[in-house]
Structure formats: C-alpha cells, structure tokens
C-alpha cells in the first residue's frame, strides 16, 4: 500500500512516495513546462526505481495519488487562458471593469503603488465584447422578481460564442448566492446546447457577497478551467493506462484533495496548490513533532513561500489576489513573492547598485551553474561560488553543477559593481535572505504575534540552505528540516498526506442577541450548511467517515473590513457563539478593542466537511552522518572558513560551521550553531544568540 504525491514547481517536479510504515522516498526531476505529464511520468518512475520496483507495479499498489498544479497559475500569469465570455444580469454587465477603488494597485508591490506611472488597470480576462446580459432579476431574500427566459438566454448566449469563437462562459447572476435557480437553469441548457463550453456558475464557484469578487472569482475558473481539464483529463488517463486504479485527487488552495473530475469544477481551487501542499504537510508533521506556533517556508527554484501553524491549525484567508483581481474562496493563508535559487541577481543603472529578484532563470535555462545555456547570476550561482553548494554533490550527484559557468556568471556582476567576487556573491544572499525576513515579520508581526516565540520549518530545495540567514534575520532560533532529506520535496508529502475538504458557505443576516426566532434562525443556518456540505462531499464519493466543522463569520454590525471566523460548538448556542467573539476580539485586538455598543452580526456561515487520509507518520530512526572531508566556505562575517562535511544525515550533534548534504538539499549550518536529530527524523538546527554570535 502506497501514498504517492506530485508536485510541478516552476523549476522542479516533486514526487514523493509513503507506504504503510510512514517512510518515505523522493524523486525530484526538472519540470518540462511545455508537456508537464511527461515530468511527472519521469518522476515517477525513478520514483519506481528507487524502491525497486517498475512504475506499472508502483501504481497498482497505490490506494492514494495526490497531484498539486500549476496549470491555472501559469495559465493567468502567462494570459495563456481560455476564451471566456460573462453572463450577467442586465444592467450589470460591466462589474469586471468597474472593479473597485483598489483595482488599480491590487496585489501590487509598495514601490509600484507610489511610483508615478505605477497605477494601471489590469489586462482584461474577458474576450472584448463578449458579455451578454441577461433579463431576470432575484432580490436579496432570495425571491424571483423576474423570470428567466431560458431558451431566449440561452440563443443569445449561443450566438455570442460563435461570434467571438469562445471556449469558456462564466455565469454570474446578481444575488445567485441566494437562489440559484436561474443559474442552474442556464447551466443544464448550456450542457446541452454548447457541451463543448466551459460552464462556471458563481453558485457553484464563490457563493459570496460582493458581485465584484463573485463575478472575478467566476470569470477566473471560466479563464484557467478548460485547460486544467484537458491537463488533468491526459494525465488521469496516463496514470490509468500505466496502471493506477484509484482516481486521481487533485490539490486544493484550501489544503485539502477533492477527486480530479470535481476539482475540475471548480479549477480556480488548484491555484497556488503546490504552497497548499507544503503547509499542509507541516501541519500534519508539526503535530508529531510537538509544535503548535510554526513558521513554514518554502524556498525553490522559483520563489518563495510563508505560511503560519497557530494551535495547530494552518491559518486560512479570504480575499486573494491574482494580477489585480480581487476574488473571495477559502484558502490556506501562503503568500509568494519570487525569491528562490533561481532568483536573478543584477546591476541596477539607476541606483548603481545590487538587485536581486523578481525575475527568474526557472528551469529553462535556469542558472548559469546548471549548464543549460543560462549566463545571468542566480542565488543558486552565488551558493556554489561561496561553496555552499558543491558541483559534485548537487542532487546527490545526478546533476553535477559548472562551478565556472558560476564564477564566471557572478563575476561579471561584480565587475559591473566594482566589487570583488566573494562580495557579490555575498551580497547576493544577504539581499535574498533579507527580502525573505521581511515576509516572516509582516505575517507574523501584522497578526500581533512576536517571531520569537515561533520555530521555523525551512523546507523546499534551497529553504535548509539559506534558512540560516533569513531565520536569524526575523528573530527565529530554532530551525526544523521536516523529514530531513524529504525537505525538498515536503510540498509533495503534503498533497499525499492532505485530506479530502470541501468547503460550503452560506450567507444569512443574524443580528445579536441570539435569541427567540434569531436562536431558531442560527440553528437553521448551522444545519443547512452542514447538510449541504455533507451531500456535495457524498456526491464526489465520499460518504463515510466525513467530518464537519462549523465557523460563524462574524463583525460588528457595518464593520465590513474586518471579520472573525468563530467556531461554532455544537449544539449551536447564541450565548456561546458571542462569548467566543468578544473573546477572539479581545485576544486579537485588545481589551480595548470591541464596540460596546455596537450590534454583533453573523453574516455567513461556512461548513469544512473532510475526510481525513490516515497517512501513517514516519517512525523515528536516525541515519548515520558521514563526514567526508573538509571544504573552504565564505560564511557572512567570518571570510573563507574550513567547515567540515557530512553525507546522508546526523547522528548525535553537528557542530558548525558544517554542511550536511542530503539527496536533494543541503543543510547550512553557521559557526555557533549545532544541528541534530529530532525524534521522528526530522532535523533541528539551534542557532546562536545575539550574545553568541
């Protein structure tokens, strides 16, 4: 019995395998972006060999194959999506390019928002011209105002997707949160008259208040949803015909797997998958480690991700932005910004200084060290020439690195700045190390919460390399390498390990106190919610062993920018639920923060329905650490150093200045610190104190 988990980053596909025991083994090969069913198919198979066994044997054992993607990401970034047309109620089908006030400088970096030229709207996700509006009408209670005429809808719809050749329609009706049934009507015509169309309905997508997020978050799955079909369509068939027989799960943003046939669904979901993946699998990992306040990160070839475990649990976000639009879904709270080891490092003619970032080499070239045709210097680059990174021992020795091709790359960088090789380099790490430190203090300090009473878990190919820098940098001390050597690839044990989650919102207007028929109405609410997240879950097969957790989306009445999630304990109880908000609001905002007179309102409720997959964790062994010999490393603040190296793990403590090469990462550790081997594997690296250092 198998647990298989794949993971495509821009740069490497990860694929993780876990049998019945808890151990694992990983196979990592670089992403081929123009036919990414053929990486993970060369994954897997070395996956295979690595347990000796041929991939068609592999996959007949599996009894859970969990895949992360980047399909929809990739699809939005590189405007490389369908062509999607809007259905809107008439009068409202311009909502997309009205946006909001904030549709300007959405998701955009600080310097861009107060640059003088920095303000723009974003390119449209819409064919132009192709919105057809709809005459019906349903107010706020949800009662039909005006019919829909379905079959006059649907021939006007069908006449503009011929007219603009569209293979997507997005169908976002005002106050279809509330009664979807001319939504659904559109659908099932649709389906019938234009089943080779992408359909999305905002019912089914994000039945949220806010037409405007609503509409961006249905157009989106119209936009990426026709190609993560036909990508998840080949590989489910792929895996089928090589022998897998169970069905294909596919990650979502939210951290859970949902069957690939409802994923495709709702496509928008697999955005940012692959970060999911990782939190969820420090989440699951956390537990067995002892760990309730962590700080994930995740460093890659392409970027780099942070993620918060507060009580145990991954914190989740609403609102998401991607290229500027503003759209609501649950999902785990990750945020990206590029800085990886293929991060490109450069002079700046402006300032006559160092940058480094946002562009990246990726896979293709990729760095200068790779020897894949790239010339410009990478982080990767200044790690092999600041010997951090040996050529020989790179990827356990499968993928050798040009240590020239690196020295000749950054040494032409610091020509440009009139520096020595040694200081550019340097200089490279540092500014990366520093932008990475800068992310961990805004999501923890913005929280109200000091990094210094977190641990730090420094995954992904590069995260155990660098994370000596940027942890020390935010005030963490205590570093964790979850897995050891299955760091690099934790993102793939989390879509492995993640379970199967759907997530069911409903809106409803209940004022506090909750009493009388606002009692009555609350618990309405909780078991309405409850039972339509259980039947949606049954009907993607799932009926058994299924868990519901309830929150209360709760503010003060008209506070309509902040909002607490309250779980709800069941039976629901009014006294309760307000108790709990006034105490979460304290805890987050002070004693002095609630509004004494100032009416509570539950404004929705969301239900998470799952399945829990029962991965088995890793039981403790340790591996033996080999030193092999000692090697010359350019340590900040200390020059060129003697610093010993160590193969395939750790065995008692390792005192730094060291390097303990794994399979796919090594491990940093810096004069003053020690690293050794926790109970269940996993690595903890000690960093010195302020005093120490």
Known sequence: MYYIGVDIGGTFTDCVLVDRHGNHRAA???????????????GLRRLAEADGLDLTTLLARTTRFGHGTTIGTNAVLERAGARVGLVATAGHGDALSMMRGSGRVAGRSIEDVFAVHGSRLPQPITVPGAVQEVHERIDASGTVVVDLDTEQAVEDITRMIAAHRLDSIAISLLWSFANAKHETALVEALAAAAPDVFVSSSAAVSPRLGE??????????????????????RLAASLSDTGLTEPLLVMQSNGGVLPAEAAVATSLGTIDSGPAGGLTGVATLAQAYGHDRVVATDMGGTSFDIGLVIDGKPVMAEDNVID????????????TIACGGGTLARFDEATGGLRVGPQSAGSEP????????????????????????????????????DRDAAVSAVGRLAEQLGMSLEETAAGILEINNMRAATVIRQQTLERGHDPRDYVLYAYGGAGPVHAFGYAA??????????????????SAYGIASGDVVLYKELERGLLAPFEGEQAAALAAGVAEVEAAARAELAAAGFGADVVVEI??????????????E?????????????????AEYVRRYGSGGTAMFQTVEVFAFRARASVAAGIPIPAPHSEPAVPVEQTEVYWPGSGWTPTAVHRGGVTGTVSGPALVELAHTTIAVPPGASLSTGSRNELRLQLPTSKES
Not at 31 to 38: A, G, I, L, Y
Not at 212 to 233: D, F, H, I, K, Q
Not at 380 to 394: E, H, I
Not at 566 to 582: E, Q, S, Y
């Open 366 to 401: 990729g760095p200068a060290s790779y020897g894949r045709g790239g010339t410009e210097p990478t982080v990767t680059d200044a790690d092999v020439v600041l010997g951090f990174l040996r050529p020989a021992a790179f990827l356990d020795g499968r993928m050798p690195l």
């Open 28 to 42: 990592k090969v670089l992403s081929t972006k123009d036919d990414p069913v053929s990486g993970v198919m060369t």
């Open 473 to 490: 940098e935010s005030g963490v001390r205590e570093v964790i390498v979850p897995l050891g050597n299955g760091a690099s690839t934790l």
């Open 566 to 582: 309250i779980p709800v304990v069941l039976p629901a109880d009014g006294k309760r639920l307000l108790a709990d908000f006034d």
């Open 212 to 233: 405007y997020e609503r509409t961006v978050a249905t157009v989106m799955n119209g936009y990426v949803g026709p190609a993560c079909s036909r990508y998840l369509t």
């Open 324 to 335: 500027q639009y503003t759209y609501r879904l649950p999902h785990l709270a990750v945020k």
């Open 551 to 564: 929150d209360a989306l709760m503010r003060f009445r008209e506070q309509l920018m902040h909002s607490l």
